[in-house]
């Protein structure tokens, strides 16, 4: 192998031994791991609890990689409406991207949302969230980008 590839070969195994040491200090099970390029990729899964047990181990994955808090991302897409909750940090020299995907409830006529001041609605199919607005989750009564405890 030449050089590149010995220092690819390198960094990848650094980075999954920073992905080792982050994923074992939080106790969890259930995470899917991918590391490529200096960076890692944590996917919190369905098999890791409901939308609060999620939300928690983004929180502590990201305290852990040093990321302040996590984001909360609301879209419509063509697979419909879709919640992920990111936090990003560094393990060892690698970037850490950690992700939640929340199950958004779709009711008869669309898709239940929250907006300022608490207002609900249902969103109709295939029709975007209004500026300020959020899919209704799980964690519907806590605000986006909820500060991580440290």
Same mark, same amino acid.
Request: proline share 5%.
């Given at each position: 192998?030449? @050089? =590149?590839?010995?220092?690819? +070969?390198?960094?990848?195994a650094?980075?999954?031994?920073?992905? +080792? &040491?982050?994923?074992? =200090?939080?106790?969890?099970?259930?995470? !899917? &791991?991918?590391?490529?390029?200096?960076?890692? =990729?944590?996917?919190v899964?369905?098999?890791?609890?409901?939308?609060?047990?999620?939300?928690?181990?983004? /929180?502590?994955?990201?305290?852990?990689?040093?990321?302040?808090?996590?984001?909360?991302?609301?879209?419509?897409? =063509?697979?419909?409406?879709? @919640?992920?909750?990111? +936090? /990003? *940090?560094?393990? *060892?020299?690698?970037?850490?991207?950690?992700?939640a995907?929340?199950? &958004?409830?779709?009711?008869? *006529?669309?898709?239940?949302?929250?907006?300022?001041?608490? /207002?609900?609605?249902?969103?109709?199919?295939?029709?975007?969230?209004?500026? *300020?607005?959020?899919?209704? /989750?799980?964690?519907?009564?806590?605000?986006?980008?909820?500060e !991580?405890?440290?």
């Amino acid at each position: 192998m030449g @050089t =590149s590839g010995t220092n690819g +070969a390198a960094g990848l195994a650094e980075a999954l031994l920073a992905a +080792a &040491v982050l994923v074992e =200090s939080t106790g969890a099970g259930g995470l !899917v &791991v991918t590391c490529y390029d200096g960076r890692i =990729s944590i996917s919190v899964g369905r098999a890791c609890g409901d939308a609060r047990a999620r939300a928690a181990l983004v /929180t502590a994955l990201g305290r852990r990689a040093g990321a302040a808090s996590w984001q909360r991302h609301d879209v419509c897409g =063509s697979a419909g409406p879709r @919640t992920c909750l990111q +936090a /990003t *940090g560094r393990a *060892g020299s690698a970037e850490v991207g950690i992700c939640a995907y929340l199950d &958004v409830a779709a009711v008869p *006529g669309g898709t239940p949302a929250a907006g300022p001041g608490g /207002t609900r609605a249902v969103i109709a199919a295939g029709h975007p969230l209004p500026p *300020g607005w959020h899919w209704v /989750t799980g964690l519907d009564d806590q605000p986006a980008g909820q500060e !991580v405890a440290r």
